[in-house]
């Protein structure tokens, strides 16, 4: 079992950085599938970016060039570095996690483990 917890979503002006932290615990050190979504109102759940046991990472195109997700295995955190914030980042942010030997998903119901989410808002 996997509990994941978000932080770091705040309003900014387009143009601007922000750095999401997601915090997880773990009751075993099976290998894990790491995973960013965001869901704007009235919008699907959508894949951000995702990053494996192996550190491969995977990311949108939407984000591709200004997001790096990246984690600190010994502090058992994700991040998300967000740079050159868009209006239509406005979303809010979840982390998801799935144990997974290898490789990652971009697809939400492939993930089991889910955080209560962070809002980011960019405004114009």
């Known amino acids: 079992q996997v509990q994941l917890v978000e932080s770091g979503g705040a309003s900014v002006q387009a143009g601007g950085s922000l750095t999401l932290s997601c915090v997880y615990f773990?009751?075993?050190?099976?290998?894990?599938?790491m995973a960013w979504f965001r869901q704007a109102p009235g919008k699907e759940r959508e894949f951000v970016s995702s990053?494996?046991?192996?550190?491969?990472?995977t990311y949108a195109d939407s984000v591709k060039g200004r997001f790096t997700i990246s984690q600190d295995t010994a502090k058992d955190t994700l991040y998300l570095q967000m740079n050159s914030l868009k209006p239509e980042d406005t979303a809010m942010y979840f982390c998801?996690?799935?144990?997974?030997?290898?490789?990652?998903?971009?697809?939400?119901?492939?993930?089991?483990?889910w955080g209560q989410g962070t809002q980011v808002t960019v405004s114009s």
């Open positions: 998801a996690a799935e144990m997974r030997d290898s490789g990652c998903y971009d697809t939400a119901r492939r993930y089991t483990y």
């Open positions: 990053i494996d046991s192996d550190g491969g990472t």
């Open positions: 773990r009751y075993d050190y099976s290998s894990l599938c």
